[in-house]
């Protein structure tokens, strides 16, 4: 999830748990970043499934993903998806 870089603090952090019996991962991703030259933080937040088919060969994922204030957006700052993957390894 790592977006940003730059000079400033940065947190970041994951945590997910694999359900074998459901070949079900559920997934949290956050980081916050205060840079020296923006005035507001910026964050992002991933919620998500992975759904293995066939271990890593095959999967499905369904992730929610929002980011907020993020300086690359002039429009609004803020970005707010529901984003489907297949990843599929021959």
């Known amino acids: 999830m790592s977006r940003w870089a730059g000079t400033g603090s940065v947190i970041y952090g994951q945590l997910g748990f694999y359900l ?12 916050s970043a205060s ?8 964050s992002g937040l991933d919620v998500g499934l992975n759904y293995f088919i066939l271990g890593h060969n095959a ?6 993903h929002s980011l907020t204030n993020d300086f690359r957006d002039a429009a609004s700052g ?13």
């Open 59 to 64: 999967k499905l994922t369904l992730q929610y």
């Open 35 to 42: 840079y020296d030259g923006y005035a507001d933080p910026v």
């Open 20 to 31: 074998k019996s459901a070949k079900l991962m559920p997934y949290v991703a956050y980081q």
């Open 78 to 90: 803020d970005v707010k998806q529901l984003q489907m993957q297949v990843h599929f390894f021959l």
